[in-house]
Structures are given as structure tokens and as C-alpha cells.
């Protein structure tokens, strides 16, 4: 059974991590769509090198390519919500963009 995916929204109606896919070049687009639908398929069983986990509930599914981008992600129930997503360029996840992600997780029970 597939698992739903909902992009985080927030309270003004913003989607950023649609809006950062948009901004990226067709190739990366079609990347990160492709991880997307395999999150979709495999859930919590999708393991590395395709998703890891950071800590507190979040995950990161990676994209790998020209450029290495993250998306963060959580879960609830049979819901994946994608939370942030970001270029990285640096070995270790930056603090600030997970930080992000963990604000993000703190609020989908309350939107």
C-alpha cells in the first residue's frame, strides 16, 4: 500500500519545498520526483542510501546528482510530510536546516 504525501504548508499558505523543487533545473526535478515516488512505495522500510535518519523524528531522503540536495521528511500515521528541502554543501547536515525541519515537525498537528 502506498503511503500519502503531503508538503508542508504554512499558515500564510506558503509551500517551500514545492517551491524549491520548482526552482531546481529539469534534470534535478526529475531526480527528486523519482526519490519522491520511491518514499511513496517504500516508507518507513526505505533505507540508505535512497533516506537516513537525523534525529527527533526527521528524516532526510537524498538526492544525489550534479548538486547533493535533501529533503527532510516525518511521519505520521501512513502520511509522509515533506518539510524542507535544501542544497547541501557541506559532510555533515548544517544545524540551521534541520532546525528548520524540526520547527516545520513541531507544527503540522497544529495547521
Known amino acids: ?3 500519502n504525501i503531503l508538503l508542508f504548508e504554512s499558515p500564510r499558505g506558503e ?5 524549491f ?3 531546481q533545473q529539469p534534470q ?8 519522491i ?4 512505495q517504500y516508507g518507513s522500510r526505505l533505507g540508505i542510501p535512497h533516506s537516513k535518519l537525523l ?6 531522503l537524498r538526492i ?9 521528511y516525518c511521519f505520521r500515521k501512513r502520511t509522509i510530510h515533506l518539510l524542507h528541502a535544501f542544497k547541501k554543501q557541506s559532510q555533515k547536515t548544517p544545524r540551521n536546516e534541520f532546525m528548520t525541519a524540526l ?3 513541531g507544527n503540522i498537528d497544529i495547521i
Open 64 to 72: 544525489r546528482g550534479k548538486e547533493e540536495i535533501r529533503i527532510c
Open 55 to 60: 534525529g527527533s523524528g526527521i528524516y532526510e
Open 28 to 35: 534535478a526535478q526529475a531526480k527528486i520526483l523519482h526519490k
Open 1 to 3: 500500500m502506498k503511503w
Open 21 to 23: 523543487i520548482k526552482k
Open 37 to 40: 515516488n520511491l518514499l511513496q
Open 15 to 19: 509551500k517551500p519545498v514545492e517551491e
Open 103 to 105: 520547527r516545520r515537525f
